[in-house]
């Protein structure tokens, strides 16, 4: 099995897509599509509690995922662990054989089910960043050795479309001083603009997976428009989508066309199929 | 300021079970402002608990309920009204109820009334924003004057999350994103190389509770 670390540093295409654990400890769904996707993507990211919804730790998903043959990427949050446990999840996870790992802020608890919670954000996405850097060269964050450390292949998100874009630019720019390698972007649908982003970070030592995000109905996309911020579904894929008999169908077109565009001028791509893991075949299929 | 409100009066009377004797505590401070302890509210509670069948056995306000030194005065001045008391309800921010609660002694108790908020700037009269988290760590020489530790619902130090749409915050989209604000200020200033500086981690062992600061040159004038 050649590794996402491999392919994506080869200089070929990488599809990445995102997998979501169970709100419980039965794996039998999270299993099944993981095996549908295996062989056909580089690499399965593994949600940490994704909109601060209380899940099966990314952790554990991730190790399932090496079991079946899957090179995962354990995403790691801010929001949920202090910089003790976030770097004893983060070495744990090595020492079970994870080697990607993707570094982000994480929703605010406000989102999720369990809204009484303690947001904690100790470190920020820059910080932990810097944190698995430090573990990657064997010392904790505070400098002291450590009997055995990490080499991550560590990623981080950007926001192509983030708007006012300087700020973005900069912290994407910090990523990469912290010891970002890959980039996994936020869903993007303005392709002029994310053509105008790759080149600007073709002025970087980092490769750029753009985020593709399954609309599985016209009805999704308002939602999405209405409450995931960062999330802009313009109104002609709107149209597209309602116009269409099968909706579904017509958003795993607009999917793979996406995924077939940014095969000029980008490394790769991440797919986000929220739920409808199955329809990564079809996409992956269509964009070829 | 200390930004404060009121708890609902049921909690109250259930803090108050089988003392039938109350003295109140309000603040002439920050309380007063936040119009949750001031003289009014202080004659309303004492209605509300008439009506409720206590007895209410007299009243205080304090210039600051936090200076436990003034709430001995009180508890002097009216020495009479307040051993009648069997409870104590200070209509203050936690520091008064603590102020009043280490004066009363051990055996007669001090409920709350208010629940406290947070430190607040007064950006026009009647409003109360929230602008410093008391961290123990000021950076806002970095951030153009806007705490991104107290703005920002995560604390963020490094920049905007993903979060951020047209400048604005994830969390509550009626907010600006603290991030654009401090961004649009530095660069205003032309101070943008501060933005690209990777802030690290914050010290937190500055805020481990509870914090006691004694200024020595101000003990020997008392």
């Known amino acids: 099995m050649q590794s996402f670390k491999d392919s994506i540093l080869s200089g070929r295409f990488t599809i990445t897509a995102e997998i979501c654990p169970p709100k419980g400890t039965d794996t039998s769904d999270f299993l099944k599509k993981a095996r549908l996707l295996k062989g056909r993507i580089a690499a399965a990211n593994v949600t940490d509690n994704q909109r601060a919804v209380m899940r099966l730790s990314s952790l554990a998903c991730s190790v399932l995922l090496l079991r079946e043959g899957i090179d995962p990427v354990f995403q790691m949050t801010c929001r949920d662990r202090n910089r003790i446990a976030i770097q004893s999840d983060i070495l744990g996870a090595w020492a079970l054989g994870v080697r990607n790992i993707l570094a982000l802020s994480g929703d605010h608890v406000s989102f999720g089910d369990h809204r009484e919670a303690k947001a904690v954000f100790d470190l920020d996405s820059v910080q932990l960043i810097q944190a698995i850097s430090k573990l990657n060269k064997g010392t904790n964050v505070k400098d002291a050795p450590l009997k055995g450390g990490t080499d991550f292949f560590t990623g981080a998100v950007v926001a192509p479309e983030a708007e006012p874009w300087e700020p973005e630019m900069i912290k994407f720019e910090k990523k990469i001083e912290a010891g970002a390698r890959f980039f996994q972007t936020q869903a993007i649908y303005d392709m002029e603009k994310f053509h105008r982003f790759c080149e600007y970070a073709k002025g970087f030592n980092v490769k750029i997976l753009g985020g593709i995000l399954l609309l599985k109905s016209a009805k999704m996309a308002h939602f999405l428009n209405k409450n995931v911020p960062g999330v802009t579904v313009p109104e002609h894929l709107i149209n597209e989508l309602e116009s269409a008999h099968d909706q579904l169908a017509k958003g795993i077109e607009i999917a793979a066309r996406q995924v077939k565009e940014l095969k000029s001028f980008c490394n790769g791509a991440h797919i986000m199929a929220i739920g409808q893991e199955e329809s990564v075949v079809n996409i992956i299929e269509g964009a070829n | ?222």
């Open chain 2, 1 to 222: 300021m200390i930004i404060t409100k009121k708890k609902d009066f049921k909690t109250i009377l259930e803090y108050l079970t089988g003392r039938e004797n109350i003295y109140l505590f309000g603040c002439n401070s920050c309380a007063e402002q936040c119009e949750t302890g001031g003289e009014k509210e202080v004659k309303a509670m004492a209605e509300l608990l008439v009506k409720a069948g206590k007895n209410v056995t007299g009243a205080s306000m304090p210039d600051e309920t936090c200076y436990t030194m003034l709430i001995k005065k009180h508890f002097r001045e009216d020495r009479a009204a307040v051993e009648k008391s069997d409870a104590f309800l200070v209509l203050a921010c936690g520091a008064g109820v603590k102020a009043v609660a280490d004066i009363a002694g051990d055996e007669k108790p001090a409920f709350p009334a208010l629940d406290s908020l947070y430190l607040a700037n007064v950006t026009r009269y009647g409003h109360f924003f929230e602008g410093c988290s008391l961290c123990g760590e000021c950076i806002l020489g970095e951030t153009g004057g806007i705490c991104p530790h107290t703005q920002c619902p995560k604390g963020l130090l490094n920049g905007p999350c993903g979060g951020m749409v047209n400048g604005k915050c994830e969390v509550n989209m009626e907010s600006d994103c603290a991030w654009a604000m401090i961004y649009r200020r530095l660069k205003a200033q032309g101070r943008l190389n501060v933005l690209k500086r990777i802030i690290p981690p914050k010290d937190h062992s500055n805020s481990v509770k509870p914090r006691v600061v004694i200024v020595e040159s101000r003990m020997k004038k008392g």
